[in-house]
């Protein structure tokens, strides 16, 4: 359902109609692009997509909106490198009328009642991708009218997601729930009605916004589960690394097959159990990434830690490379930057506050490109 040949992406890049994207994003069936998967998993990166549609003779202000939706990616990732574990607790404030940190049954059944809301989720397990609003829904009914701490929940739509970006998540989680933002998101049955094309009535949701404040917990919401993730990671094969030349590190999060490209170098695909123990992932997500390594020739796959793999195989740290990301902070060696859109970097109390900023340098394409 997802592509994972990298020719083959690069053409979804150069399909994406961003003129129409910002007219109707917010419908189940508009024009978004499901590029996600490949962004996350750092086979393409958000200043490769910006560029690509920028050089298509797009004027930067008739697709802002998509520009800006490119951007999300890079502020949340910014305020995870900047807070570090601090975005796994509630970020801003106490998530307001937090009940339980479990998780309503009814949203992992599927059989919360709302129609729209149900096929999505069935729909989740098979493919992996969840559209934009209907996350929102979906954190919204799990926290804002269930009542979980919205930790749980995000840790099971990560889990599936074939996007999964604990920055992105955690912090839309959060944002959601009230925790990252100064008022919880709700939506009604016609406003799910309306993005989604269904007709339903006489659901827990279907009351005006005013009945929200005074809400109890919904029957259906009532039963909650407590779940357990674990990930499946593959067998570690023999790897051979031939110690006179440098050694590329990739991850779950980095699986660039354009990253010094045609160089004569060792390529490892590393898998941290204790990274997978703490932010666990599907079988279906760990296969799709072992898939998209095969972008990258001569690629192997190091099932263990990075202390591991470097005395196994007496890597100095002068001959190891990797990208930058804020579950790397115990490599070491040469650690490269990340292709950021824009050359604004800190963390804004606002999105629209770094936007403003970064928006800038989009008068500028000569500077903007120069690094890629
Ligand atoms: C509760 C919740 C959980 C989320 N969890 C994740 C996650 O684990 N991983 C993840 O990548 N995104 C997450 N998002 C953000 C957003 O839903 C997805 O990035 C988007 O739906 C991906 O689909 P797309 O590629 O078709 O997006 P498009 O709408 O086509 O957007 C293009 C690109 O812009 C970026 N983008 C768009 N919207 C957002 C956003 N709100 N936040 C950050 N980046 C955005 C993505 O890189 C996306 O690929 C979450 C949002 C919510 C509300």
Same mark, same amino acid.
């Given at each position: 359902m997802f592509e994972t040949d990298y020719e083959r992406i690069l053409k979804l890049v150069d399909n994406v109609d961003p003129v129409a994207y910002g007219r @109707? &994003? @917010?419908? #189940?069936?508009? %024009?978004?692009? &499901?590029?996600s998967p490949y962004i996350s998993r750092g086979v393409i990166s958000t200043k490769q997509v910006m560029k690509r549609t920028l050089e298509r003779g797009f004027n930067p202000d008739d697709i802002q909106k998509w520009l800006q939706e490119l951007a999300w990616r890079d502020y949340w990732q910014l305020i995870w490198i900047e807070k570090g574990n601090e975005i796994n607790y509630d970020l801003r404030r106490?998530? =307001? %009328?937090? $009940?339980?940190? $479990?998780?309503p049954r009814a949203v992992v059944d599927a059989s919360t009642g709302i129609e729209a809301i149900d096929d999505a989720i069935r729909e989740f397990y098979k493919s992996g991708y969840i559209h934009n609003h209907v996350r929102m829904y979906i954190a919204a009914i799990c926290c804002n009218m269930g009542g979980s701490h919205w930790k749980t929940p995000a840790r099971w739509m990560y889990y599936h997601l074939k996007d999964g970006d604990w920055a992105s998540n955690a912090l839309s989680w959060q944002w959601v729930a009230g925790a990252n933002s100064n008022k919880k998101y709700v939506a009604n049955q016609d406003n799910i009605n309306k993005y989604c094309h269904s007709n339903q009535k006489g659901t827990f949701l279907d009351i005006p916004y005013e009945a929200f404040d005074s809400m109890e917990v919904p029957e259906v919401l009532s039963g909650l589960i407590e779940l357990e993730f674990k990930t499946p990671l593959p067998e570690s094969g023999e790897i051979s690394i031939d110690p006179d030349k440098p050694t590329l590190i990739y991850n779950y999060y980095n699986l660039d097959p354009i990253w010094k490209q045609g160089l004569d170098v060792n390529r490892i695909l590393l898998l941290e159990p204790s990274v997978f123990d703490k932010y666990p992932v599907s079988k279906q997500n760990i296969s799709f990434a072992l898939e998209l390594g095969k972008? #990258? =020739?001569g690629l192997q796959v190091f099932v263990g830690e990075f202390g591991e793999l470097t005395q196994n195989h007496s890597l100095r740290e002068a001959d190891v490379y990797f990208k930058e990301h804020p579950l790397n902070s115990n490599y070491e060696g040469t650690e490269e930057p990340r292709n950021w859109m824009f050359s604004v970097k800190g963390c804004y109390p606002s999105f629209f506050k770094f936007w403003n900023n970064a928006r800038k340098e989009l008068k500028r394409p000569a500077d903007l490109f120069s690094q890629v």
């Open positions: @109707n &994003r @917010n419908f #189940i069936d508009g %024009d978004v692009s &499901r590029l106490e998530q =307001p %009328d937090a $009940k339980n940190y $479990k998780m972008n #990258i =020739p």
